[in-house]
């Protein structure tokens, strides 16, 4: 009997033990912050900024097209329990974001720490005079494909580690350290791709969004046409018919586009002009290989490299 009740004693010594280091080991786990991004380069860079110290999830990925998603169920319970919120921003995510956010926890909402919009941090370009509303442009504040300019990237990585270090003091100093190896070899490679783009400098395309507005005025390219009316606005037939005159009448290196723009414009324009037609990764994700955002920014110089004739 006494035997029996130490053996229990001892039993239960045991249980509150495990029970301790276990409560520990996850409370350790919880104590992560969960990041919700709205599109995949933001969760590329906050994965370079946290590294193991966070969790992060993207809301798009990079086949679908961040102007139109639905806020579905499980997206909203990732927003419910998210303690930093990373998105592009000028309208991009207008018809989903009020939504999510709507539902979603205390700490991602407007002028909290959790908030962290990249437009409202970055110099926005393609800022409309007039804004018809009606015809339903999707870039009535401005480009917000503000990522594909390395600046703008620099500025929101230095953002990122702001947040992240009010969230979770414990690791500030980590996310400084990672951010200052980001910035060193962001800094290095900038160079490179600038040197490696020099063929494209001035060169002429057409595309079918304002998607790489930013990219092309870090690289000098000219866009002289896009397949879209207006961004988000379907071309007419008229349309299509001058942006066939532009291709013609200029040295255009060829069509490019996302990987979720429709295909049949371009194919066609590329068709009918004998122009060549490319898809740009646009985001992480974006193409076979593209797994960061240093990969993205290589491989995008090197698919418009492809396009130049070959001497
Ligand atoms: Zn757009």
New binding site residues.
Partial sequence: MRTSTKLNKFHIFILVIAGVVLSVGSSSTEAKPYVLTCEPEWRSLVQVIGGDRVKVDSATTAQQDP?FIRAKPSLIAKARRADLLVCSGAG?ESGWLPLLLERASKQIQPGQVGYLIAAEHVPLIEIPELVDRSQGD??PEGN??VHLDPANVELIAKLVAERLSKIDPGSSEQYQKNLEIFKNRWKTSQVKWLQLAKPLNRKNVVAF???FSYLFRFLNIQVIGYIEKK?GIAPSASHLATVVDTVRSGAVLGVVRTPFDPSDSSEWLSQKTGKPSVILPFTVGGAPGVSDLFLLYEYSIKALLDLLPQS
């Fill in positions: 102007h991009l999707v870039h917000p494909h969004h304002k998607s961004p």
